[in-house]
């Protein structure tokens, strides 16, 4: 805010002749003035700046500095080898970054993996970017067509010629990714559904609901993805077992949904009844009032939770290795004890890289919402 | 629409617009409307009046069932409202409803506030419909306004979207809920004009207003409640000049100092 001093006109002469205030010094020159303005600020400032230098420079040290590039074993990282203090054993991650993105998907067939992953992302980019003409194409060829091309080409078939690969070979940012995506696209739509269910004129609609929410979103994910792993063979005929990696992202979908649910039902209370009414008084029935005045609104008032609850549901994909399911993470892990590579800096290696992965998907997810609010709002000022 | 000349002299029944009868409705315990009996002509003119809390705005919005009544029966343009959801919207669709706080929507550019019920609830074709919004935005007189967001308007002139906004249904009646009391007293006005030549093309209208020049010049009838009933009811000028009960008097006396 500009200070005020351009309202100040009570003298009538001097309005015409006043100009405006000389130029604030920069937020930033006031800031870092601050920083020592008096004994106490600067006994914090010199605090601060220990901790930063203290937790900065090892980790500068480790990532970069000390950090070997090159090699093709663990002879490389060792402290010995080098004849120096080593950090981060960056050849291994070189080496098994395969590993890591594809788990043990075939080697032949990764180009089916990459093929998918092409496609995802240019439909990804296209519906996302505001810039971009015909987003509703976008949007339609990947709730529709792309789901099926995918499965096809992921799963394999015969009859396209493709050869069949069975989920238990499927692992890393593939299984990662596949989960995340999923659970995303199924618990927008479905926490939607649940939200406006629990808030129904309806009893018996809004009951079951509300069980389901609650009994969902009460159990830990853990919990949940154990269910869906140990239980559900037990009710189902041998004969129609699913498979292991769908029975998780069941899991996650119906997880993912109920926080999504409590979400949306923020936003929906948060609209003024007279929306819901000027809506009704037009004639509008439940599902185009819905649809065309109060989710719009709704939604867009909770982007920041959509988005928190979608970034928490990427970083709960780590729990599925819990149930035999090869995540990125836990291929990280088991790729770190693998006697080719095993060495003192091995597996903080890879928890670092792991850790810059996760960083930086959640944090290109962040960006994107704030980008979208911005504009947003800006749409309907 | 009739005018003033032949109502009441068509067939009965099919010349009243609305006939609440017998109605009452609670808030929980409280009895926010008492055996309210209401019959209004086609094409006529009402103005409700009363002290906050009386039940007038409750009562017109028992009209298209954004309230429910509890006992009574209410019959609107010649269907009666029931549980019906086929019934409430068919009711909805020929009753415009015009609210203190506007209720525009602020998602929607002007045109598409306007073209949104006729497009989805009447099914017109898109270029149709905004033909018609741009006609009835030019008659509130903000026809430029059309591509612009309701935020970036005056509250003056939101109100008046606002009102082309339930025009473009093309309502047999026309509720109003306080239209001016949210506006700034500059822009009361403009929207006042707006409704008296809405009445003098002789829409039907129910309206909830302390806007006692308004009543005067526009009103057939001039309602006061109190405590959830209709007190008293007369004439304009009879109600202003002479009105009969204790109550009336009072709030008059309040209003008009």
Redesign the interface.
């Known amino acids: 805010m500009p200070m005020s001093h351009v309202a100040d006109t009570r003298a009538g002469e001097a309005a015409a002749e006043l100009k405006p205030p000389a130029l604030e010094r920069s937020r930033v020159a006031a800031q870092l003035a601050s920083l020592v303005s008096s004994p106490t600020n600067i006994v914090l400032t010199l605090l601060a700046l220990a901790i930063a230098y203290a937790a900065l420079v090892p980790a500068v040290r480790f990532l970069v500095v000390d950090a070997v590039w090159t090699g093709v074993d663990r002879e490389a990282c060792l402290a010995s080898t080098a004849g120096r203090p080593v950090g981060a054993c960056w050849p291994f991650v070189f080496n098994r970054i395969g590993f890591f993105v594809y788990g043990q998907y075939p080697i032949a067939e990764r180009w089916r993996v990459n093929v998918t992953a092409l496609i995802a992302m240019v439909l990804i980019a296209w519906a996302l970017a505001p810039s971009l003409p015909r987003r509703g194409i976008a949007v339609f060829l990947f709730f529709v067509p792309f789901p099926i091309v995918a499965f096809l080409l992921l799963t394999g078939s015969t009859a396209l010629g493709l050869e069949p690969v069975p989920t238990n070979l499927w692992g890393g940012v593939l299984v990662t990714v596949t989960i995340s995506l999923l659970g995303m696209v199924v618990s927008l739509p479905l926490g939607t559904v649940l939200a406006l269910g629990r808030r129904s004129s309806m009893p018996i609609v809004r009951l079951v609901c509300v069980v389901l929410i609650e009994v969902i979103r009460g159990v830990p994910l853990i919990a949940l993805l154990f269910m869906a792993n140990r239980m559900l063979p037990l009710f189902l005929s041998p004969g129609m077992q699913p498979d292991s990696l769908l029975r998780v992202i069941v899991g996650v979908c119906l997880f993912a949904s109920a926080s999504m649910a409590e979400v949306i039902r923020g936003g929906l209370q948060a609209l003024?009844k007279?929306?819901y009414?000027?809506?009704?008084?037009?004639?509008?029935?439940y599902w185009?009032m819905m649809l065309?005045?109060i989710l719009?609104?709704a939604l867009?008032l909770v982007i920041p939770g959509i988005v928190n609850t979608f970034i928490s549901l990427f970083k709960d994909t780590t729990l599925v290795t819990i149930v035999g399911i090869f995540d990125f993470l836990t291929a990280v892990e088991v790729s770190a004890n693998v006697p080719q590579w095993s060495s003192p800096v091995t597996s903080v290696t890879g928890y670092a890289f792991a850790a810059m992965f996760y960083f930086a998907c959640c944090y290109a997810m962040s960006r994107y919402s704030l980008a979208m609010e911005r504009r947003l709002a800006t749409?309907?000022? | 629409m009739t005018d003033t000349a032949n109502r009441g002299a068509a067939a009965p029944g099919a010349d009243e617009a609305v006939v609440m009868s017998g109605v009452h409705k609670w808030f929980g315990a409280f009895h926010v409307l008492r055996d309210i009996n209401l019959t209004v002509k086609r094409g006529e003119r009402i103005v409700v009046c009363g002290p906050s809390g009386s039940g007038k705005s409750t009562l017109i919005r028992c009209i298209n069932r954004l309230e429910e009544h509890q006992r009574g029966r209410i019959v609107v343009d010649g269907i009666e409202l029931t549980q019906d959801v086929k019934r409430i919207e068919q009711i909805r669709r020929e009753v415009g409803m015009v609210f203190q706080q506007f209720n525009l929507f602020p998602h929607l550019t002007v045109l598409e506030n306007c073209t949104l019920a006729p497009i989805w609830v009447r099914k017109m074709p898109r270029r149709q419909a905004e033909e018609l919004a741009l006609r009835l935005l030019e008659r509130v007189r903000i026809p430029e306004q059309a591509q612009k967001y309701p935020g970036q308007l005056s509250g003056g002139q939101q109100q008046r979207v606002a009102i082309a906004r339930s025009l473009c249904m093309n309502p047999k009646i026309m509720l109003f809920d306080e239209p001016t009391s949210a506006l700034d007293p500059e822009m009361v006005k403009e929207v006042l004009d707006t409704m008296v030549s809405l009445a003098k093309e002789g829409m039907t209208m129910l309206c909830v207003t302390h806007e006692m020049g308004f009543a005067r010049q526009i009103a057939d009838r001039v309602i006061f409640m109190d405590s959830g009933q209709i007190v008293e009811e007369n004439a304009p000028e009879a109600f202003f000049t002479n009105p009969q009960q204790e109550r009336t008097k009072l709030f008059l006396g309040q209003i008009l100092a």
Not at chain 1, 277 to 285: I, N, Y
């Open positions: 003024p007279g929306q009414e000027a809506a009704q008084s037009l004639g509008l029935g185009p065309l005045i719009p609104q867009k749409e309907s000022r």
